[in-house]
């Protein structure tokens, strides 16, 4: 919210300072709320937006929302125990409307097996103790909850062949992880597409990404790993790039169903 409150205020032409001024308060309260250190009331919110001459009602409510959301999910047991952002991915899928995943190496994290993740996790340079190991599995494992829940968000992945083919785990773990994609591939808010690799003119392989769907357009986030952790991604430019790339590389995978058939056949040859 506070980095949305501050692009309308910079497309306003306005400092800090001047923001300060026709809101009644310090410019350091205003850098406060822009950079989510401090709290906004809802009446504040609307009067910020008013002051920034927004007239995209949707982004004042989904803003508004925000100022009274005080949810405090299961990540909260991880506070202080994982890194902070497992809490912000975690937080990230709840507040979600829906989530589009591109994954090329690696299995996406919601379809993940305890066995697959916990290879994935042991793998880290450098390495994790067993007790770090099996925290960062058993919070993999509860993130399901968004496409496992009674009211579970839309969620669409196209995975590329090499994903499924790796061999992270032993050939009964992989077995298992291949059936695991295909029961979740059955849900009706679940949709799983393939990149074969028989494709012809496939250059997206630097596609992989988590592409998540906010109240309104301008709140959608994108995750993506970088070198150094987790990178979160939500200029309007990057968003529109990312969007339009799911769209190329969904649009060359194959349909659900081929999808379906090509992962029965892989989990067949093991």
């Known amino acids: 919210m ?5 692009r309308l205020r910079e497309a306003a032409g306005l400092k800090a300072t001047e923001a300060a001024g026709l809101l009644g308060v310090t410019s350091v309260q205003i850098s406060q709320i822009e950079s989510g250190i401090a709290g906004v009331s809802e009446q504040r919110v609307r009067r910020l937006a008013a002051n920034y001459a927004c007239a995209d009602t949707d982004l004042i409510e989904a803003l508004v929302a925000m100022t009274t959301d005080r949810t405090r999910g299961w990540w909260e047991d991880y506070r202080g125990v994982l890194p902070s952002a497992y809490q912000d991915l975690a937080e990230l899928d709840h507040h979600a409307t829906f ?8 299995v996406p994290g919601l379809f993940q097996t305890e066995d697959y993740a916990r290879a994935l996790f042991s793998y880290m340079n450098p390495e994790f103790p067993p007790p770090e190991v099996e925290l960062r599995v058993a919070h993999r494992m509860r993130r399901k909850v968004v496409i496992e829940d009674p009211d579970p968000m839309p969620y669409e992945t196209v995975i590329h062949e090499a994903a499924l083919r790796i061999s992270v785990a032993g050939r009964s773990a992989m077995r298992a992880q291949l059936r695991r994609i295909l029961e979740m591939s059955e849900a009706e808010h679940v949709t799983v597409r393939v990149v074969p690799f028989a494709l012809d003119d496939f ?4 596609s992989t990404m988590v592409y998540l769907g906010g109240a309104v357009p301008r709140l959608d986030t994108v995750v993506r790993d970088a070198p150094h952790g987790t990178a979160f991604v939500d200029s309007e430019a990057q968003l529109e790039h990312f969007r339009k790339l799911f769209g190329r590389v969904r649009a060359e995978s194959l349909p659900p169903e081929r999808s379906r058939d090509l992962i029965h056949q892989l989990s067949q040859d093991l």
């Open 2 to 6: 506070g980095t949305e409150l501050r």
């Open 99 to 106: 989530r589009h995943d591109v994954a090329v190496i690696h």
């Open 203 to 206: 250059a997206g392989a630097g």
